[in-house]
């Protein structure tokens, strides 16, 4: 409350003792002007709640009168203090509703001329002062300035708060994506949330430190789960976001969008699928090589299928590259990946020496070796494709 409210006080008791009698007169004009002029106010005062409305008008009346008059014995005691935070919760009140700001300003501005207008007429019918009345004027005016600040305050952090309640109905929607909760738990999140579902989403996976610029080249719905939801890496240190796709906006787009974000972009999927999407973008972001631009898990699809079982995989591996086992791990090493290239090239000696940037006598030695160790292996289908695979 503005200090200047607990000096003395303005009115002398006779004109504060009029001034009180015309409370009740001043509060129902207010009462029946208001809805009459801001019809946005209409059901408000007219509904269930028109007698909290009545009594909190009341109230900031009688404040006034407290701070204009003093307080006086046999008067009802006005915490001043409670009726600046009536004023706040009206503020929070009209956010909740779904109102501006503007609404309740006007309200405030209209009460003001309609109490100035009682006030000053019961003054100067009992002898106030022209420079008293006009010095009750700039106090009442800058007692209703108060009280709309701290509407406004209300306004504003009821605002931040349901932003906020949003934000954290967001994180559980993106989270119970994540998850595979039911659908209908979904769609009640999805709901509460005030979030309009797309047809389609991708996943994208990238470290968490980069998520915040990518939001912003992203459309205004994506989801982020509050919490690293990665199976297997509660510390991983990677965000997943979930990106609607349009038909302004398609996968291809996004892609495009994110060049210079190290990333793994999933495949497109119904947005209540979502899940599969972000279950490839990580498991792409974990297997494959990441170059300046994001990864495209539709380029990856044979990558994605070997490592799509990593126990196996390595068990696989081990049974199909066992007969070098008895090898020296650097002469193993030269060795595999020789083999490797000589099978992606299709045995074409030149490319493979090409490829691994060797002279092509060296690639003759190493597969004369590396065929003294396999013998029949390389001719038979069978070993050739379990071979592929463990070197892949």
């Not at 030149?350 to 690639?363: C, F, I, K, N, S």
Request: glycine share 6%; net charge negative.
């Amino acid at each position: 409350m503005n200090p200047e409210w607990h000096r003395e006080p303005l009115v002398p008791t006779d004109i504060a003792d009029a001034l009180h009698a015309e409370l009740r007169a001043t509060a129902e004009d207010i009462l029946e002007t208001v809805p009459r002029q801001l019809p946005v106010f209409a059901d408000l005062i007219a509904g269930d709640l028109g007698e909290q409305a009545a009594a909190a008008i009341k109230t900031m009346l009688a404040g006034f009168l407290v701070v204009a008059c003093g307080p006086r014995p046999g008067r009802r005691a006005v915490d001043l203090a409670a009726v600046q935070q009536a004023a706040y919760e009206l503020g929070r009140f009209e956010a909740q509703s779904g109102r501006s700001i503007d609404a309740m300003n006007a309200a405030f501005r209209l009460g003001a001329r309609i109490g100035w207008r009682h006030w000053s007429a019961t003054s100067q019918a009992h002898g106030m002062s022209t420079s008293d009345i006009a010095r009750l004027a700039e106090l009442n005016f800058d007692y209703i300035d108060n009280l709309a600040d701290a509407s406004v305050s209300g306004h504003a952090d009821e605002l931040a708060s349901a932003g906020q309640r949003r934000q954290r109905l967001r994180e559980q929607l993106a989270e119970q994506l994540l998850l595979g909760a039911a659908s209908e738990e979904v769609l009640a999140t999805a709901l509460l949330a005030g979030w309009q579902a797309p047809d389609s989403m991708v996943a994208v996976v990238l470290p968490r430190a980069d998520a915040r610029n990518a939001i912003p080249l992203l459309d205004h719905r994506t989801l982020q789960a509050g919490e690293d939801l990665l199976s297997g890496s509660p510390r991983s240190g990677l965000a997943v976001l979930l990106v609607p796709v349009t038909a302004a906006v398609p996968r291809g787009d996004l892609i495009r969008r994110l060049a210079d974000i190290h990333a793994a972009v999933g495949p497109e999927q119904p947005w209540l699928d979502v899940q599969y999407s972000a279950t490839l973008a990580a498991r792409a972001w974990g297997c494959c090589e990441r170059g300046s631009s994001p990864i495209d898990t539709e380029n990856v699809l044979a990558a994605l299928v070997i490592h799509a079982d990593p126990r196996t995989r390595e068990r696989q591996r081990a049974a199909a590259l066992e007969p070098f086992a008895h090898l020296r791990p650097d002469t193993r090493a030269r060795y595999e990946e020789t083999l490797h290239a000589w099978l992606l090239h299709q045995g074409r000696r030149e490319d493979v020496a090409r490829y691994l940037v060797l002279h092509p006598q060296t690639v003759r030695y190493r597969m004369d070796r590396i065929r003294e160790i396999l013998g029949e292996d390389l001719t038979d289908p069978q070993r050739v494709l379990d071979l592929t695979i463990a070197l892949a």
